[in-house]
């Protein structure tokens, strides 16, 4: 290699530590990961490469691109003293795990015990722990204490027993702990912008002192299916970023979760003497979307390279939001646009169980209840891969039956409410059923291949319905969509006992496995956690300035890839969620890819890609944060 080629491959890989967060010496490049950035071809890359083949045997970090931690030291912020105070910090707490060189330079010899544990120990100590707790609330407190204390302790346990501990970090035990946050809050965490700081939302982002590479941000309008709960909606901005760190690799000192505080209409909170956000009713009109733009301005101007995920908004506002700043900022937001995605890759997963080509999408009949912003998004997103599958965009329309509260949505319908527009062209296509028509008319009727409900009601897909789509399709496609498990459209259960066990089934919540008739009914979960973190790793690594349709189709279409073949025998249509890091990375990769055949990407990226999917491997992987402790000194020593 010449000098040149050495400088432009030191380059890049600055620029991916850069772009996430990550430190210079703990990510050092192998010279073959080097060189692959500038060999002339590889067997991956190019135009003709079978996105249909499982990825699941070669995704997989490679060992000379991992973090060596113990080869990183922290550079300590200024206003950090040393001795006790270095103890209560939580980015530098080690437990006991400060080796003697750090007693002592730190002054905290003699304020730990003189027993040296590794941070294995640690974490498998805390996990015996955690496990012995009763209800999902206390693990999930628990959880957030060690946090407080220890945040790299907290993300490699979180890290290394994901698959347990997702659905106590986020849903659905992050919904209770939102019901009951203002109760539950020990130490404030990310930024709270209130109706009462307008106009200074720009002054107030300097007191968060350290870069921000992503931003959750909810106004708390509409958590899961639990409704307005104001300020305690930081919960979700908080577990959802623990899962960008934990899946995605994202370096935890560069992520910011935000509320904006718009007010609450909830009357519980606003007569809770406890509650912790503005005791106020929500901003309305002009002022909350003026709200909006200042926030939006303020990061932008704050983070100009910041990646905005909005969640959980109220539908009448959601849509209408994304729309305004899609294009403007890299942002997107997760119900709409996430929730479409995975719903997607549950279906091209369904394909593959049913032993289809991803094409074949093109030949179901979907009925989706729920008219909300999820549901809008969903069928949207559907709709755009019918027509890249071969379909006119009207052909496509007429594959969608939409039912909301009030029965079949068809042209009939005055659609002239907020967030109801993207559900005029599908009203339009539906001329050929009565207005209203209820949810087991239409299964009769028309046959649909695919159930989905994003519609919150529990119990919403009766044993007449699901019995319906089994008697209609030998695999019937049924994915009760709804958070949190009290919202489910029905169980796993009841899908197995009125399908016999034939049924691809994925859901919102963790549901088990049935066993039925000597079949067993595989409760596969469609978690937005395989989109977002590979997503914004992809986005936030291409330095491209938006998200758009093309690189979520991406993403949707890299899940079902991670799957093996053992897997798709058995029913399966997601991976598993142990392996989430390698599906992040693979995500990543496509959307990178992507977004590079869309012109959206600089030049140093534009040559990465070109080189092929083995070079974007290595670059990917080498950007991920690795949760090991650092040394907080410089020291040739290596006495525990």
Known sequence: RT??????????????????????????????????????????????????????????????????SKDDVIVMHPDTSRGIEVLHNPVYAKGTSFTASERERLGIRGLVPPAYFTVNQQA???????????????????????????????????????????????????GEACLNYSKLLRRARGMYFSADDRGEFNTMMYNWKRDAKVIVVTDGSRILGLGDL??????????????????????????????????????????????????????????????????????????????????????????????????EVLCFNDDIQGTAAIVLAGIYGAMKVLGKHRADIVQQKFVMCGAGSAGAGIVSFLHQALVANGLSADEAYKRFYIIDVNGLITAERDLDGPGSEPLKPFARARDDMPEGAKLIDVINAVKPTALLGVSTVKGLFTADVLEAMAAYNERPII?????????????????????????????????????????????????????????????VLSGSSVISDGMLQAAAKAIPAMLTPAQVEEGVIFPRIDRIRDISAYVAIKVMQTAAKEGRVPDDIRRLVA??????????????????YRPLVFSCSSKK
């Open 230 to 327: 104001g300020t305690n909606g930081m919960g979700i901005s908080q577990g959802k970023l623990d899962l960008y760190v934990s899946g995605g690799g994202f370096d935890p000192q560069h992520i910011l979760p935000v509320v904006l505080d718009c007010g609450t209409n909830n009357p519980e909170l606003l007569n809770d003497p406890y509650y912790i956000g503005v005791h106020k009713n929500r901003l309305e009109g002009k002022e909350y979307y003026d709200m909006i733009e200042e926030f939006v301005r303020g990061v932008k101007n704050r983070w100009p390279k910041a990646l905005i995920q909005f969640e959980d908004f109220q539908t009448k506002h959601a849509n209408k939001i994304l729309q305004k700043y899609r294009n």
């Open 479 to 539: 994915m009760p969509l709804s958070n949190p498990t009290s919202r489910a459209e029905c169980t796993s259960d009841e899908v197995a006992r009125a399908t016999g066990g034939r049924a691809i089934f994925s859901s919102g919540s963790p549901f088990p496995d049935v066993e039925i008739d000597g079949k067993v009914l595989k409760a596969n979960q469609g978690n937005n956690f395989y989109v977002f973190p590979g997503l914004g790793l992809g986005a």
């Open 3 to 68: 000098n040149r080629q050495r400088l432009r491959a030191g380059m890049l890989a600055r620029r991916a530590r850069a772009l996430i967060g990550t430190s210079h010496r703990a990510q050092a490049w192998s010279p073959r990961a080097r060189g692959l950035f500038y060999a002339n071809t590889t067997a991956e890359g190019g135009e003709e490469e079978d996105e249909e083949r499982s990825r699941a045997g070669v995704m997989k970090a490679p060992m000379e691109t991992k973090r060596q």
């Open 124 to 174: 498998a100590k805390i996990w015996a722990q955690n496990k012995t707790l009763g209800t999902p609330l206390e693990r999930w407190s628990h959880l957030q204490d060690l946090k407080d204390r220890n945040e790299t302790l907290f993300y490699r346990l979180v890290t290394e027993h994901i698959e347990e501990l997702a659905p106590i970090i986020y849903t659905p035990t992050v």
């Open 611 to 628: 080189q092929g999917e083995a070079a974007m491997k290595e670059y990917v992987y080498s950007s991920m944060y690795v949760p090991e």
